[in-house]
């Protein structure tokens, strides 16, 4: 006999595959009766082929263990321990005479990632179940290749994540308020109890329609995904309640929730299969970054950057150059000033700059061009902290 520890974990890549997907253990002990039975039908056929046999007897000990897993959840308490398998095989049935049974929610959700691809968006996959992100860098790793969606969503019953600035998109969500979240005092006005309210009453100011004849998809929540084309002109970024109460804005560095994805047992769910819409103007405009104004030094920076120089004269140089590049950035803003965050972090990491400098400098240059205060923060936080693991020396 043998306890729990001698049992295999299973070392097949499509078994890890089944339970990512959520197959449950009594369909994965169904399967493995299947093959057993499969395989003893090619020994005999063959002569009792002891290839074939080893093969069946340890799909019988696997479709035993499952089964027993079943078993212990169906009934909370553990069960017996499985015998060793009468004789030894290589874990490898890959060769197997069937396929693995197949997880539904797995295939709709590689029907829904392949869908998005083929409108031309830009598809990741999301931790299953959540509305994380499961890679890193999705940003620039989200694809519309089908063959590479394929290989991905074989893994796992992953939701959809649609990269909102590669696919050309900005996607208005229109949310619901929280349990006892209270309007803003400018927003508590007789009807107005979400996002898709909020949203009218700004169609009704602007003498426009309500802007609803687009792609849309509903959320678990209640709200709503309104999608529309990137219009031409300036590079829009996600907003946070800029257009108005419960209205969040995704577009170039952002991601929605595809259609079709699952989160706590509940769908988003297309509720209008329509090409976006151009985005209206009336919509654009308050989404638009306004050009930073020129930026001349003033006596702070002067007195800064003769602290600096006095300190190392190359590290300040590099300083005012880093400043100046995310001044004179015309796109992307926000990763401009993560780089300089990072190449100046080197130097703080080695000492030739102080953090606390560095971090005045980068926030008022990413604030004069353009940026917003958290999403400033952050950028010239993380690229610090990269930086600085990676010290650069440099003389004085």
Same mark, same amino acid.
């Given at each position: 006999m043998t306890n729990r520890r001698s049992e295999p974990t #299973?070392?097949?890549?499509?078994?890890?595959d089944l339970h990512q997907a959520g197959t449950g253990p009594d369909q994965v002990a169904a399967w493995?009766?299947?093959?057993a039975a499969a395989w003893s039908e090619r020994a005999a056929s063959n002569g009792d082929d #002891? *290839?074939?046999t080893a093969r069946a007897n340890f799909a019988a000990w696997n479709q035993a263990i499952y089964a027993r897993r079943a078993a212990e959840l169906a009934a909370g308490t553990p069960a017996p321990p499985i015998a060793e398998p009468p004789t030894s095989a290589t874990p490898d049935l890959f060769n197997a005479p069937e396929e693995p049974p197949v997880n539904t929610s797995q295939n709709a959700l590689l029907d829904a990632a392949l869908s998005a691809a083929g409108r031309g968006w830009h598809v990741f996959p999301l931790r299953p179940g959540q509305k994380r992100p499961a890679i890193t860098d999705w940003e620039n790793r989200a694809t519309t290749d089908p063959d590479r969606i394929r290989r991905c969503w074989s893994t796992g019953a992953f939701n959809v994540g649609i990269a909102t600035g590669p696919s050309g998109l900005v996607v208005v969500d229109l949310d619901t308020p929280k349990d006892g979240a209270?309007? #803003? *005092? *400018?927003w508590r006005l007789p009807g107005i109890r979400s996002g898709q309210d909020v949203l009218a009453v700004l169609a009704d100011q602007a003498s426009s329609d309500l802007p609803l004849d687009t792609y849309t998809v509903a959320t678990p929540s209640g709200g709503l995904h309104l999608y529309y084309a990137h219009p031409d002109g300036p590079e829009l970024r996600n907003t946070a309640g800029r257009l108005g109460w419960l209205i969040d804005t995704r577009a170039h560095g952002g991601y929605v929730v595809a259609a079709g994805s699952l989160v706590d047992g509940h769908a988003y769910t297309a509720t209008y299969d329509a090409p976006p819409a151009p985005l209206p103007p009336w919509l654009a405009l308050p989404l638009t970054p306004t050009a930073p104004s020129p930026v001349r030094p003033s006596r702070a920076w002067a007195e800064l950057l003769a602290t600096a120089k006095r300190r190392n004269a190359y590290a300040a140089a590099a300083l005012t150059g880093e400043r100046d590049r995310v001044l004179n950035a015309t796109s992307n803003r926000n990763d401009a000033l993560n780089t300089a965050a990072y190449s100046l972090g080197r130097l703080v990491g080695s000492g030739a700059l102080d953090r606390d400098l560095v971090v005045t400098v980068l926030t008022d240059a990413g604030l004069a061009a353009g940026l917003e205060p958290g999403e400033t923060s952050r950028a010239v936080r993380s690229g610090l902290d990269a930086g600085s693991r990676n010290p650069r020396e440099v003389a004085a």
């Open positions: #299973p070392g097949l890549v499509w078994v890890s493995y009766a299947r093959q #002891p *290839e074939a209270d309007a #803003p *005092e *400018e």
